[in-house]
């Protein structure tokens, strides 16, 4: 008996060990502020990505991928939580994130796995639910960051993408328990303002244009007001931390002279010294916008590091690589840069997936998935159960390649850091296939876009004749959305009544 007894648990150990090797990796780079608009493998005119479009190449492109609140602190949140910002509290940047809340690092690591996060945190409070994480502290800054983990503070020199990664291969080489599958976050700093580059790529595109987006000289004209009086214009919003010059207007040659010997005659500043009107905006989206593809520059040479390690080790067939960004992003678009709008360009999300032996390689979808979906679709690939309170859906099926009957056909947005930077107003609204209904509560003002005759969201047909019936049908959608989605009515944001409250207490 106690033969046969020790014979079946030999047999359940290896059976177990076996399932256990089965277990996919899984390798999350995620970057912050990274446009589509500049990610080759998404059509990009303006630079070239070979690591990212590697991922994409072998695995699936999501066309349509979104987040929830175009913001970074807010969509770290709902991609931990798999909850919107008004369930998880992480309405706008100003929050503490509640880290005792469910997450799925925590449900992760109860499964079984090493769970790490590598760099950008961003949620005020320590990271929970990791068995390793060194992050930078706060935004962190682009040279020589002060790092943090269980163990203090630890000054690093050198570029800040090139440490993250230095970072999370340390830990994959060396740190983690190899007895367990992994699920590791790699989250850059990068492309972040101010948009500092990396040594290497400091000259990169100095002798070509960059081409202008087809909206950089928008008017604002058929819209509500929040579209003009935003404050992340190229042309009147950028600082000169954002730009690293200072025009140094008009001088007279023998200023000039001096200025020569000071900084050297081929200096950049006199590039926009005489500048003015359209030649100063050009001036400036030129400078704006190489500064941050510079940046990407390294975050693609980075994940080309990590690529790469994956291979050498082996682990590359059993490991999902995943990239995301926190939001979009204007690169010029509408003549802005930063995000928060519902508009496309910082609604949606580059969300590239390669899953080798699973997902066919070089596929692009079309679904409207979103960063609300990630949680559960982490969970699903390492065949955890979601909990029922997690508000996406997994998108592994759609991985697998499987035709969805079901799948969403609408998505719920809403933005709420206003008063805050760059002056956006609060909003939510819902986004089909070809229409978005978004409404600023704060003025009771609506907009309405047929993505599929104005793509550039030119032209606001709320109440135009011909517009009511679709209209109507919207807004049934996201009362409905709101309603599933189990949004307060009061839209002020949470950290506003808490402040209101305390003062209140305080008087
Ligand atoms: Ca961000």
Known sequence: MKIKLSILFSIVFSLSLFAREKSPNI????????????????????????????????????????????????????????????????????DTFDGSQQTFPKLLRKAGYQTAICGKWHLKSEPTGFDFWQVLKGQGPYYNPPMISDQGIKNITGYTTDIITDVTLKWLK??????????????????????QPGPKY?????????????????????????????????????????????????LTLEQKSKWDLAY??????????????DALLKWKYQRYVKD??????????????????????????????????????????????????????????????????VTKPGTHNKELVQNLDYAQTFLDICGVKSPNDMQGASIVPILKGKKIKNWRKSLYYHYYEFPGAHQVRRHYGVRTDRYKLIYFYMLDGWELYDLKNDPNELCSLYGKPDYEEITATLKTELTRLRKEYKVPT????????VRKSKKKKKG
């Open 27 to 94: 390798l999350f780079i995620f970057a912050d502020d990274h446009a589509y608009q500049a990610i080759s493998a998404y059509g990009s005119n303006r630079n070239k990505t070979p690591n990212i479009d590697r991922i994409a190449k072998e695995g699936m492109l999501f066309n349509r991928a979104f987040v929830t609140n175009s913001i970074c602190a807010p969509s770290r949140a709902v991609i931990l939580t798999g909850k919107h910002s008004h369930m998880n509290g992480q309405l706008t940047n100003r």
């Open 174 to 195: 060396e740190d983690r328990d190899k007895n367990k599958p992994f699920f590791v976050m790699s989250q850059h700093k990068a492309p972040h303002r101010n948009w």
């Open 202 to 250: 400091l000259s990169k595109y100095d002798n070509i244009d960059i081409p202008e987006p087809e909206t950089l000289r928008d008017n604002y004209n058929n819209r509500l007001e929040p579209a003009s009086t935003q404050a992340m214009t190229i042309n009147r919003h950028l600082s000169v931390s954002d730009l690293k010059l200072k025009a140094p207007g008009n």
């Open 264 to 277: 050297g005659s081929k200096n950049k500043a006199f590039e926009n010294a005489n500048l003015e009107g």
């Open 292 to 357: 941050y593809l510079r940046c990407i520059d390294s975050v693609d040479e980075n994940i080309g590091r990590l690529l790469d390690y994956l291979d050498e080790s082996g682990l590359a067939k059993n490991t999902v690589v995943i990239y995301s960004s926190d939001q979009g992003w204007y690169l010029g678009e509408h003549g802005w840069y930063d995000k928060r709008w519902m508009y496309e360009e910082s609604f949606r999300t580059p969300l590239i997936v390669r899953w080798p032996g």
């Open 490 to 497: 009061d839209n002020r944001p949470m950290s506003e009544n």
